[in-house]
């Protein structure tokens, strides 16, 4: 029977100067036994493609070669050569030894092949004890190889035996938290009256793919923290008690068209920074207003729609999404009636600098919902002091420069013109953040980072009833990331608030987080 490294046949002859990772090695045989092997330096892998049935198969072996005959024998009379899957021999590469090793024992298989089936004539008695001598020779590697060939067999039967598809993979991510506020609430209600929580966060993602450049992406949730930990407004519990809900936050399907675009599509958690390449801002950190994307990405996220970007050069690219509401699979709005959004950036990427500069146009059909709900102060969360419909156009640009490897500068401004529909009052907000990045801080794997904000503020407005910010609302937020391994690791953190135009003193939100990653 022949064993499964036969599959990786090896395009040089085998006999004599074919071990030309060992010259000493060569040096034990005769002129005659070596007259037909291959050039010490041509030796190579070959994947399956089934054996040769003729040497004139190899397009790039010529009669006129100084092994050709010895190949020849090799193919014609023992069948153990074979050449690479586009009909190659590739005589000029070189063999190692546990290639050599291979295609001896692949040789050797066929000669008791032979043996057994009582045609030992066929087999001179000068091949054999070639044979035998390459075989005592590579004894080490042989046994080496097939101790690695048993191993891999087991392997690949362990994993066909337990694997959950062929063709999804999951990521998983659960959280540890606990959570606490210190200073007065922050709407200026009075001091502080929550306790320290301690509570959960399970991220469950599928990642199918049906021809490997696309992508089907599910993700479950459940927590009893709420998915957003560092909002500003800071709720100690989402949901009742100790309850756990269970929801499916995440559905989208991505695929590239052409070898420069990329269309994304989903009935649920299409998120704009998803869609494009990059936000240009690179930070990590507690609040929701700073982590992970700014506000021209964060306020719209986890909607319906359709987007894609192209790759206009290596360093330049094109976006565009529309994104419909959570009311789009509801026949009282759909998915154009409802809350909606369209949106395109513009993105330079080169050596260690990233820049966006992108576009928001959104209508809130109910204008108290907020365009900047838990992100900005309570007079942007609802700049005309009621529920008539309202549209919002903001411009943004972000950059991020990686000034040495443990340093990465991130900066990001954006600008809004917001309107009433129903009265036609304009209001004018804007934010900013610098963000301060330390990969391997105290330590590889490591990561510090700080962040000086102004999140969003009212600064014109002609609703008298709401008016504008009276300062400039901040927000100081800093965090360490301890990796105890590749699956764990150990976040201390937190942020303040300054300013958010209320009477409240400044109000701080900390946590000590532990995160696995499966």
């Known amino acids: 029977m022949k064993q499964p490294w036969q599959a ?10 074919a ?54 024998a090799l193919v014609e009379r023992y069948n153990c050569v074979a050449g690479y899957p586009d009909g190659t021999f590739r005589g000029n590469r070189a063999l190692t030894r546990a290639e050599a090793a291979a295609l001896v024992n692949a040789c050797m298989d066929t000669v008791n092949d032979l043996i057994t089936a009582a045609t030992a004539t066929a087999v001179t008695d000068e091949d054999l004890g070639i044979l035998q001598r390459l075989q005592e020779e590579f004894q080490a590697e042989l046994a080496t190889l097939r101790g690695r060939v048993d191993t891999l067999e087991a392997r690949t039967a362990e994993l066909e035996a337990n694997q959950f598809s062929t063709t999804t ?57 709420g998915d957003r930990s560092g909002q500003l407004e800071y709720a100690t519990d989402t949901v009742t008690g100790n309850e756990v809900t269970v929801r499916l936050d995440d559905l989208w399907y991505r695929f590239p068209v052409g070898d420069r675009a990329e269309i994304q599509v989903g009935p649920m958690g299409m998120e704009l920074d998803e869609i494009t390449p990059t936000t240009a801002w690179e930070y990590g950190g507690f609040a929701d207003f700073l982590e992970g994307a700014w506000t021209m990405y964060d306020d ?16 330049v690219n094109i976006a565009a999404a529309y994104l419909s509401g959570q009311g789009s699979d509801e026949p009282e709005f759909g998915f154009f009636n409802d809350d909606w959004s369209a949106f395109t950036q513009l993105s330079l990427t080169k050596d260690r600098f990233q820049m966006a500069v992108s576009y928001l146009h959104e209508y ?52 809004a013109w917001l309107k009433d529909q129903v009265n036609g009052d304009l209001a004018r907000s804007y934010s900013a953040g ?36 009276s300062s400039v609302p901040l927000i100081v937020d800093a965090y360490f990331n301890y990796r105890i391994s590749d699956a764990i690791t150990i976040t201390p953190g937190g942020f303040v608030l300054l300013n958010q135009g209320t009477d409240a003193s400044p109000v701080g939100v900390f946590a000590l987080k532990t995160t696995f990653s499966f």
Request: cysteine-free; charged content about 15%.
């Open 434 to 469: 610098l963000g301060l990045v330390f990969p391997d801080l105290f330590g590889e794997g490591h990561e510090g980072g700080f962040a000086l904000g102004i999140n969003p503020t009212i600064v014109s407005n002609e609703n008298a009833i709401v008016g504008t910010d």
């Open 300 to 315: 719209v996220s986890e909607w319906a729609g359709l987007g894609g970007n192209y790759q206009i050069t290596e360093t």
């Open 19 to 72: 071990l030309g990772a060992d010259q000493a090695a060569a040096q034990e045989f005769s002129a005659e036994e070596i007259s037909g092997s291959m050039d010490q330096s041509a030796r190579g892998w070959v994947t399956e493609q089934g054996q040769l049935r003729s040497v004139s198969q190899l397009s790039d072996l010529r009669p006129t070669d100084w092994s050709y005959q010895a190949i020849r």
């Open 169 to 225: 993979q999951i990521q998983g991510e659960v959280i540890f938290s606990l959570n606490d506020t210190l200073g007065d609430n922050v709407d200026g209600s009075g001091p502080d009256a929550d306790n320290a929580v301690f509570g959960s966060r399970i991220r469950l993602g599928l990642s199918t793919s049906f021809s490997g450049e696309d992508l089907l992406y599910t993700r479950l949730f459940a927590g009893n923290v």
């Open 8 to 17: 990786l046949s090896i395009a040089p002859v085998i006999l004599g100067a």
């Open 364 to 415: 809130d059909k109910d204008s108290n919902d907020g365009f900047f709900a838990g992100l900005g102060t309570l007079k942007s969360q609802n700049p005309f002091a009621g529920a008539d419909a309202a549209t919002l156009d903001e411009v943004g640009i972000g950059l991020s420069y990686q000034v040495t490897p443990n340093f990465l500068l991130s900066a990001f401004g954006t600008y």
